[in-house]
């Protein structure tokens, strides 16, 4: 059964229906003040779970394949493998990382723009068919390494952001996957679809329309060189703010313009560029939400800065969604330990796995 497996790292708090996660981070950070340890994750499983149901209900006819550089964390890719998810996977580490967990190589998309030969034969050798490419020297690696690849034609798209993030572009022209079209053509290299990506950072609804507009022209060519399109891969999600600061203090408090590091002296170890918070004193916690994706893989500089630990949990209204999703009881009780509305959160209170 893909999904949860037996000798996980982590464990999962099951909440009781009179706990909330808020109830838990206030734990955690009386926890933490006590021993004086330092910054913590606080993982809710629950809200894939949430999510997953959400999508289900309103996009069923579109399969999400998740980024697993984007959040790695093994509770996070078991719970997308025993919902079902496909992943999009950069590496051979990664391909490897997913496929222990039982996911078929058939939902399993290799999106790295540039492949190691070595990496494009293991893809080969445990069936991961679907893959990206931009350029024809890819194509051709692909074609000698990779007799059943399936490529999707990765199409560049405008840079609606106006910063540096779109400076190093990726993806082919529209005039460009003509020629890559007959090279595919010539090769034997089957074409299945296309793929796109816009910034994050991008604000512009139109970049997504004219990207839309490409691709459809990229489908029309891919039928007159005999090619049967099936798959469009409209990239890693659409425009918002990665995570905010809960911004809780009294009105009457001042404010001062103010900016968040992390503790590694790293210039990429911004958390907030610009904000206004009240005066700080030694001690007290500021509380982020939605950081998971980008933050729990990044590496310091200084590899003596131990990473945060992470506590993850779930309600039992969750738990019972994952059953009714087909996530057999057997296969999900593994890890977990119950957390009662007391909130004393050992993990020696082990859910009994007869319930």
């Not at 996660?21 to 894939?48: P, R, W």
Request: glycine content about 8%.
């Amino acid at each position: 059964m893909k999904g949860f497996i037996d000798d996980a790292n982590y464990s999962v708090g099951l909440l009781d229906e009179g706990t909330d996660l808020g109830n838990v981070i206030d734990n955690y950070v009386n926890e933490h003040t006590l021993t004086g340890k330092s910054a913590f994750f606080v993982g809710d499983l629950g809200k894939i779970v949430k999510r997953h149901s959400q999508w289900q209900s309103v996009v069923a006819q579109i399969r999400p394949f998740y980024v697993v550089k984007c959040n790695p964390a093994p509770a996070v890719l078991e719970t997308l493998a025993a919902l079902g998810t496909g992943f999009a996977c950069s590496s051979k580490n990664e391909m490897a990382l997913v496929q222990d967990l039982g996911v078929s190589p058939e939902n399993i998309i290799y999106i790295s723009p540039c492949k190691q030969v070595s990496q494009i034969k293991y893809a080969a050798k445990t069936g991961v068919n679907i893959m990206t490419c931009d350029n024809e020297i890819e194509l051709k690696k692909i074609a000698r390494n990779h007799l059943n690849a399936k490529v999707l034609l990765h199409l560049a798209t405008e840079d609606g952001s106006g910063g540096e993030e779109g400076s190093m572009k990726l993806g082919s022209t529209l005039k460009n996957c003509r020629h890559l079209l007959e090279c595919a053509k010539e090769l034997d290299v089957q074409i299945i679809g296309v793929k796109f990506h816009v910034s994050s950072a991008c604000k512009e609804s139109q970049v997504y329309v004219h990207a839309l507009s490409d691709a459809r022209c990229v489908f029309d060519m891919a039928g007159e060189f005999g090619f049967t399109m099936s798959m469009l891969d409209i990239g890693g999600g659409f425009t918002g703010t990665a995570f905010q600061l809960e911004e809780k203090y009294k009105e009457d408090e001042p404010l001062f313009a103010s900016s968040l590091w992390g503790p590694s002296c790293d210039e990429l170890d911004r958390v907030v560029e610009r904000c206004l918070l009240p005066e700080l004193h030694v001690g007290d916690w500021l509380i982020f939400a939605n950081m998971g994706a980008d933050s729990l893989q990044e590496a310091s500089a200084f590899r003596d800065v131990p990473g945060p630990a992470v506590y993850y949990t779930m309600s039992f209204s969750d738990w019972y969604e994952m059953q009714d999703a087909g996530v057999p009881l057997d296969t999900m009780m593994k890890n977990f330990f119950f957390v009662p509305s007391c909130l004393q959160l050992s993990q020696d209170d082990s859910f009994p796995t007869e319930a």
